[in-house]
């Protein structure tokens, strides 16, 4: 259990707080995870993971997997630094070598712009982490026979393994968490899954009642770590994620960044956080089986595998920390559920998107100013998961001329208010559905991601 913090003020003063510290990390046999946090010597943080049910670790597994261990511990520690995002951090159990000072410079900093730009920070956050000596960086297999898939129970995660089922790999499903999506997909994979279980320190909700700064942090970089050492114990060749070129697309330019709500699932960050795995893993790769891919290409692959079309959710509020308000499939009023809708409806019927969401969403007038909104159109794009907004633009332009959709009332709103402000050669959807080479996939699963993600 988590010890019980120093002290919980009544009032939170983030500017009181003046260094971040790295206190302690812990694996025992079982796979119970416990990480130790605090700001200045006043409060306390312990954060807790339990790796999938069956894990053992030896003690020889524990030496192998310490620089993994380590990777999670500083990675996961955002989630208590944002609270006061002091300048000073220290490293007291290990000093992490430059490869991951580098990924984790970019987590606390670029990984919390928006917490800055909505919380009305006078600038980013940029703290400065100690850079220990650098080991001789561990290569990847040149093969891969087992890979580990995390799934989040939406559409990309879905085309992310049945791109990976195609080849010879063997395959294995993994989750922190088991919100219903994701079991209704693991389900309908008939896939083994590896289930690893997160505790964030319960003081801290009650620190953002009493005025602790809150909001987005880089989680797909923390799940990402907890898939790693997954696959480390459990002798897996990589972990290939489910994040697509559009990811790295942000919303807003501020403090002279592009602040990027999906940053840690960016290309820059995918090229960060392999580095560090580099220094700290054994011998494991990383990347995102989809990186070539628009969330158009995606989508349109999605489309096609209709077993899934039940199962799938891709609405965040699911995922919402307080059970409370947590839903358990569309909500159909966010960015997300109107971007998916969007990006679904050129290759899909309306009946068959009426019974997967409940609702038409491009027929209800009410939700035009959402669906503007996904191409910047009045105001910047939304801080969600969702694509960039030329092929947002790429989607409406496919709809304007698909005699299924072309009469529903918000498609007719945006072919005569939104299209019309933009260049006649912006979101062409052939370029925005074209693949792209600027990715980290091996060779070996080119022809997968081509044969899946292609026309």
Not at 226 to 252: I, K, P, Q, W, Y
Request: proline share 6%; aromatic share 8%.
């Amino acid at each position: 259990m988590a010890v019980e913090p120093t002290q919980r003020p009544a009032l939170f003063d983030s500017a009181s707080y003046h260094a971040f510290r790295f206190v302690a990390r812990d694996i025992d046999e079982r796979g119970h995870i416990t990480l130790r946090y605090a700001l200045d010597d006043d409060i306390d943080f312990v954060e807790e993971f339990d790796l999938p049910s069956g894990t053992h670790v030896s003690s020889d597994d524990r030496e192998r997997v310490d620089g993994l261990l380590s990777l999670l511990h500083w990675v996961a520690g955002v989630s208590y630094f944002k609270t006061a995002v002091p300048n000073d951090v220290r490293c007291e159990s290990g000093t992490p070598p430059p490869a991951t000072a580098a990924l984790l410079e970019a987590l606390y900093s670029e990984g919390l712009g928006e917490l800055a730009f909505v919380n009305g920070l006078r600038s980013l956050p940029r703290p400065s982490f100690p850079v220990g000596v650098a080991a001789p960086p561990v290569a990847a297999a040149d093969e891969l026979s087992r890979v580990l898939v995390p799934v989040g129970g939406g559409k990309d995660s879905i085309v992310a393994l049945e791109t990976v089922r195609r080849s010879a790999c063997e395959l294995a499903l993994f989750s922190v968490g088991d919100a219903p999506a994701i079991t209704r997909t693991a389900a309908v994979a008939g896939l083994p899954r590896l289930i690893a279980h997160r505790r964030l320190d319960p003081g801290l909700a009650a620190l953002n009642r009493t005025g602790a700064l809150n909001g987005h942090v880089p989680i797909t970089a923390i799940v990402a770590c907890v898939a790693l050492l997954t696959a480390a114990l459990h002798r897996f060749d990589a972990v290939a994620m489910a994040n697509e070129r559009s990811a790295s697309s942000g919303n807003v330019t501020w403090d002279g960044i592009e602040v990027n709500h999906q940053f840690s699932k960016s290309l820059r960050a995918e090229h960060l956080l392999r580095a560090a795995v580099a220094e700290l893993g054994p011998g494991l790769d990383i990347f995102s089986v989809l990186r070539p891919a628009s969330e158009l290409a995606i989508a349109r692959a999605f489309a096609r595998l209709v077993a899934y079309h039940d199962a799938f959710t891709s609405c965040n509020a699911i995922f919402r920390l307080d059970p409370a308000l947590r839903t358990a499939s569309w909500c159909c009023d966010c960015p997300k559920c109107r971007f998916v809708f969007l990006v679904l409806a050129p290759f899909s019927d309306p009946a068959h998107l009426r019974d997967v969401f409940g609702c038409d969403m491009l027929d209800d007038e009410r939700q035009f100013g959402g669906f503007a909104l996904l191409t910047a159109t009045g105001g910047n794009k939304p801080f969600e998961c969702v694509g960039e907004e030329e092929e947002s633009l790429a989607a409406m332009r496919m709809l304007a001329t698909d005699p299924r959709w072309r009469e529903h009332a918000v498609v007719r709103r945006l072919g005569a208010e939104v299209l019309p402000t933009f260049a006649a050669s912006a979101g062409s959807p052939a370029a925005t559905l074209a693949l792209s080479g600027d990715h980290a996939v091996p060779a070996a699963l080119l022809p997968d991601v081509r044969a899946v993600l292609g026309a």
